[in-house]
């Protein structure tokens, strides 16, 4: 969530096509914090992405240690 929000601050800027797409599916999920606001719901809505285990295929080559 932090490295997400972390990209989005640095725009017009992009990161790599990777993690510009896994960008897209978190903010379909978590939206930008723009202002305060109780962030429960979205430690959560993270917690379902990233147990949802659909990562490339890409980043388990990238990181063998993934699994």
């Known amino acids: 969530m932090a490295a997400a929000q ?3 601050f640095i725009r017009p800027l992009k990161s790599s096509p990777l993690l510009e797409k896994e960008l897209q ?3 379909q999920d ?3 914090l723009e202002k305060d606001r109780l962030m429960a719901p979205d430690v ?3 917690r379902l992405w990233a147990s949802r285990g659909q990562w ?3 980043i388990e080559a990238l990181l063998p240690s993934f699994n």
């Open 56 to 58: 490339p295929s890409v």
């Open 44 to 46: 959560e809505a993270m």
């Open 25 to 27: 599916a978190i903010r």
């Open 6 to 8: 972390g990209i989005d």
């Open 30 to 32: 978590v939206a930008y």
